[in-house]
T-cell receptor, first 112, second 112 residues
Framework: SQQGEEDPQALSIQEGENATMNCSYK?????LQWYRQNSGRGLVHLIL?????REKHSGRLRVTLDTSKKSSSLLITASRAADTASYFC????????????FGKGTKLSVIP | SQTIHQWPATLVQPVGSPLSLECTVE??????LYWYRQAAGRGLQLLFY??????ISSEVPQNLSASRPQDRQFILSSKKLLLSDSGFYLC???????????FGEGSRLTVL
């Protein structure tokens, strides 16, 4: 079953604009992770936020986590055409689980 | 530094034929290893994971199997492929059970 669900499913913006993607999850988590996938390629880890953290930055990426709402958001500032990709949130479902469960992703298109 | 290799990159096989996808990790020891499948436009489905040589856990029942003959080698197999086995297969590794995953470039399987 899906642990994370991203919203929106697809997002199209102009270069230079900010892109915000949201993720909701179902069970308690140890951490939540965001990944990026270029078309036809493997996934690349972007950022990990622990359950006791509320916000984390990495370059142009900002991730927030609200454990009370079981939700997270990924903000990409000053987007570039090279940011065009699918973005997935993922979390481990339950204590002792080795299964990192992914959502279906948000497909981001950045128009030059 | 650690690297992950996955092959073949693309594969077209007839229904009923066998399958073998290979994945090797370099630069680390005793990694957790994973096989995921990604159907078109869908999220990732965990198929198998392994925490050590000869230790394989299956997440979904199917006609696929996995083996870990060496510490850093993970093999996905099938004796008889089905049409529904078509998809994008991704191998990944992690250092621990709660950390980030590092993915290979994927193997695209088309069963005709």
């Amino acid at each position: 079953s899906q642990q994370g669900e991203e919203d929106p499913q697809a997002l199209s913006i102009q270069e230079g604009e900010n892109a915000t993607m949201n993720c909701s999850y179902k069970t308690s988590i140890n951490n939540l992770q965001w990944y990026r996938q270029n078309s036809g390629r493997g996934l690349v880890h972007l950022i990990l936020i622990r359950s006791n953290e509320r916000e984390k930055h990495s370059g142009r990426l900002r991730v927030t986590l609200d454990t009370s709402k079981k939700s997270s958001s990924l903000l990409i500032t000053a987007s570039r055409a090279a940011d065009t990709a699918s973005y997935f949130c993922a979390s481990y479902s339950g204590a002792g689980s080795y299964q990192l469960t992914f959502g279906k992703g948000t497909k981001l298109s950045v128009i030059p | 530094s650690q690297t992950i290799h996955q092959w073949p990159a693309t594969l077209v096989q007839p229904v009923g034929s066998p399958l073998s996808l290979e994945c090797t990790v370099e630069g680390t020891s005793n990694p957790n290893l994973y096989w995921y499948r990604q159907a078109a436009g869908r999220g990732l489905q965990l198929l198998f994971y392994s925490v050590g040589i000869g230790q394989i856990s299956s997440e979904v029942p199917q006609n696929l199997s996995a083996s870990r003959p060496q510490d850093r080698q993970f093999i996905l197999s099938s004796k008889k492929l089905l049409l529904s086995d078509s998809g994008f297969y991704l191998c990944a590794w992690s250092e621990d059970s709660r950390g980030e995953l590092f993915f290979g470039e994927g193997s695209r399987l088309t069963v005709l």
